[in-house]
């Protein structure tokens, strides 16, 4: 029985540590550079800016008739809303080289598939 009392307050310290790392520190700045994979609300993730990425983060491009795969190229999309629904895409863009993300104060949220990470240029 001692062993199962610690194996639960092991597993309770565990859930513990995990929630709170996932908890942003209060007051924390906003991401710069943006990571090149992730979801990203404006405002508390990321500032309002125009930002620009080297372009794709894959270590090969796969061609098929002289035209880049989906899985080669960056992609970005704005949203007017704070989630991924693809009826409130902004904008969107993809590429394998660099390109600008306009992520201005009425877009809420950005997303980015696959890039190298963005630096905000103003």
Same mark, same amino acid.
């Given at each position: 029985?001692?062993?199962?009392?610690?194996?639960?307050?092991?597993?309770?310290?565990?859930?513990?540590?995990?929630?709170?790392?996932?908890?942003?520190?209060?007051?924390?700045?906003?991401?710069?550079?943006?990571?090149?994979?992730?979801?990203?609300?404006?405002?508390?993730?990321?500032?309002?800016?125009?930002?620009? =990425?080297?372009? +794709?983060?894959? /270590?090969?491009?796969?061609? !098929? @008739?002289?035209?880049?795969?989906?899985?080669?190229?960056?992609?970005?999309?704005?949203?007017?809303?704070?989630?991924?629904?693809?009826?409130?895409?902004?904008? =969107?863009?993809? +590429?394998?080289? /660099?390109?600008?993300?306009? !992520? @201005?104060?009425?877009?809420?949220?950005?997303?980015?598939?696959?890039?190298?990470?963005?630096?905000?240029?103003?």
């Amino acid at each position: 029985m001692p062993l199962k009392r610690l194996c639960r307050a092991a597993a309770g310290l565990v859930a513990v540590v995990a929630v709170g790392a996932s908890v942003p520190p209060a007051g924390a700045d906003p991401m710069d550079p943006i990571p090149g994979n992730g979801f990203f609300l404006v405002g508390p993730d990321i500032a309002p800016g125009l930002y620009r =990425t080297g372009g +794709s983060a894959s /270590p090969f491009g796969v061609w !098929i @008739n002289d035209v880049p795969t989906q899985d080669s190229m960056c992609a970005w999309f704005t949203y007017s809303t704070p989630d991924t629904n693809k009826d409130h895409v902004v904008a =969107t863009n993809m +590429s394998i080289g /660099p390109m600008f993300a306009n !992520i @201005n104060s009425t877009v809420q949220a950005f997303e980015s598939r696959n890039c190298q990470p963005w630096t905000r240029v103003t």
